[in-house]
T-cell receptor, first 113, second 114 residues
Framework: ETGVTQSPTHLIKTRGQQVTLRCSSQ?????VSWYQQALGQGPQFIFQ???????GRGNFPPRFSGLQFPNYSSELNVNALELDDSALYLC????????????FGPGTRLLVL | AQSVTQPDIHITVSEGASLELRCNYS??????LFWYVQSPGQGLQLLLK??????LVQGIKGFEAEFKRSQSSFNLRKPSVHWSDAAEYFC????????????FGSGTQLTVLP
């Protein structure tokens, strides 16, 4: 158990809809990252939040956005869903942005029809 | 660009046999390297990590990995595999500036035969 939780566990949406995924970081961790893992692939970095501000972004369009709250929770929002957004979304927290070790939650599996 | 390559998509071993999963990285500076394991439908569990020092690192569940700078490799090993080790294994390297994100390989699926 890493202490990182995510909700919901599974979600089905249709193309064009919007979705919000939630993550609760391990207590005391002020940095959270989100990753997208398509079927049969390794996770890919979406973005990172440090003290409620975006701290870095991977190769994902602006319709992927996020929020981080003072209570160690965070959200990943995806607008205008596309079929290719179907994936497992993982959040990972770490004690501070300069730390190297990240601890992952169980993920949210999103299916876009 | 920084990258991680796991050459073996799928490996099958018999229970009790030894295991080696290969990982090669491409990174200019001193790498920070990780191995994670993912069971079906689950998140990623950290097995071990290498930052510096002794190039042979021990992890959980009896796994170890050896960092070889000359070969740009960080291979994962286990002397005797158990049926419960069947899972997908990911090698990753820390990349990026202030974000310090992980760049993952595409994974190796391990099947364990009884």
């Amino acid at each position: 158990e890493t202490g990182v939780t995510q909700s919901p566990t599974h979600l089905i949406k249709t193309r064009g809809q919007q979705v919000t995924l939630r993550c609760s970081s391990q207590s005391g961790h002020n940095t959270v990252s989100w990753y997208q893992q398509a079927l049969g692939q390794g996770p890919q970095f979406i973005f990172q939040y440090y003290r409620e501000e975006e701290n870095g972004r991977g190769n994902f369009p602006p319709r992927f956005s996020g929020l981080q709250f003072p209570n160690y929770s965070s959200e990943l929002n995806v607008n205008a869903l596309e079929l290719d957004d179907s994936a497992l979304y993982l959040c990972a927290s770490k004690r501070d942005r300069g730390q190297e070790t990240q601890y992952f939650g169980p993920g949210t599996r999103l299916l876009v029809l | 660009a920084q990258s991680v390559t796991q050459p073996d998509i799928h490996i099958t071993v018999s229970e009790g046999a030894s295991l080696e999963l290969r990982c090669n990285y491409s990174y200019g500076a001193t790498p920070y390297l990780f191995w994670y394991v993912q069971s079906p439908g689950q998140g990623l569990q950290l097995l071990l990590k290498y930052f510096s020092g002794d190039t042979l690192v021990q992890g959980i569940k009896g796994f170890e990995a050896e960092f070889k700078r000359s070969q740009s490799s960080f291979n994962l090993r286990k002397p005797s595999v158990h049926w419960s080790d069947a899972a997908e294994y990911f090698c990753a390297v820390v990349t990026g500036g202030s974000a310090r994100q992980l760049t993952f390989g595409s994974g190796t699926q391990l099947t364990v035969l009884p």
